[in-house]
């Protein structure tokens, strides 16, 4: 409690410091040097260069969890969405006794807004709504800086509660996307428990690195990694750089999100030069 509300004020206190000068010293207090967002040389800057100054208006619309479902349809098709229930800014008795026995609850606006329902007699339709109505007062942008979550209108997503055998929650493999071509993979493996997080690039040889938390043990290479990288670059050949994420759940392809700054540009890889070499192989080289 004290815990969040010290972060509470620290967030009041820095709302009026100017972008510029906020993400810069954090940048500089979380990866330990001054950075360079005109001329990026990492992958680290180049995510806040492209938080600070890129402006695309399709940006906005597909890091919206509704709105980028149309996106997807367009360019891959709808075989890849996961099923939605509903689509409201509130949960009431009538949507509530519409949903299925387990779904997943997500706010459309941010990140880490989300809510596992495997069996929704042991919630009640009060329950998520105070806690969706608490995600949708919340200005994400005002937590990382993204702007383009503020061209959000905020609200709460129901979709399928995908489940792959062996898995409570199916692995998420997120593809970067630079320019067009898949550069490297990471796999979270089960996220709400263990987390792990294993990189690979596109020929599924592994990195040797973890990012903000343990390095996992070796996954096995996806059957259907040729399509999903196909998906990936379809999805991510609009944007200079695009992260795609993707589930494989049984014989299936399921579309997660597109994020744009991942990380917020915070997030410190071990080894550090780690950065340094991404930039230098998928960023410069494009």
């Known amino acids: 409690m004290a815990q969040s509300l010290t972060k509470s004020w620290l967030k009041r206190l820095l709302r009026p410091v100017p972008d510029a000068i906020y ?17 990026p040389a ?19 619309v597909t890091a919206d969890k509704h709105l980028v479902r149309d996106f997807v349809r367009e360019h891959v098709g709808d075989r890849y969405l996961a099923d939605v229930f509903a689509v409201s800014e509130g949960v009431d008795r009538a949507l509530f006794d519409s949903l299925p026995s387990a779904f997943v609850m997500k706010g459309t606006h941010g990140s880490k807004m989300v809510r596992l329902v495997t069996d929704k007699s042991a919630v009640t339709a009060e329950e998520l709504d105070q806690e969706g109505r608490s995600w949708l007062a919340r200005d994400y942008s005002d937590d ?15 979709e399928e509660l995908l489940v792959s055998p062996g898995h409570p929650v199916p692995p998420d493999f997120k593809f ?11 796999v979270d493996s089960d996220r709400f428990g263990g987390h792990s997080r294993t ?24 059957e259907a990694l040729a399509e999903m990288i196909e998906v990936a670059e379809k999805l991510g050949r609009a944007f200079e750089f695009a992260r795609v994420d993707l589930y494989s759940v049984g014989d299936r392809i399921v579309f997660g999100e597109i994020t744009h700054f991942p990380g917020s540009g915070n ?18 080289a494009a």
């Open 23 to 39: 993400l810069r010293a954090r940048f500089l207090a979380r990866h330990g040097h001054w950075p360079n967002f005109k001329s």
């Open 42 to 60: 990492s992958f680290s800057e180049l995510v806040v260069s492209r938080m600070m100054y890129a402006r695309d208006p399709l940006m906005p």
């Open 144 to 158: 990382c800086r993204e702007w383009v979550y503020n061209r959000i209108q905020p609200k709460l997503i129901f």
């Open 176 to 186: 970067y996307v630079f320019n067009g071509r898949v550069g490297m993979i990471h």
């Open 199 to 222: 990189f690979y690039d596109r020929d599924w040889n592994r990195f040797p690195v973890s990012l903000c938390v343990p390095a996992g043990p070796d996954f096995d290479k996806p």
């Open 267 to 284: 997030e410190r890889f071990t080894p550090q030069s780690f950065d340094q070499e991404i930039f230098e192989k998928f960023c410069r």
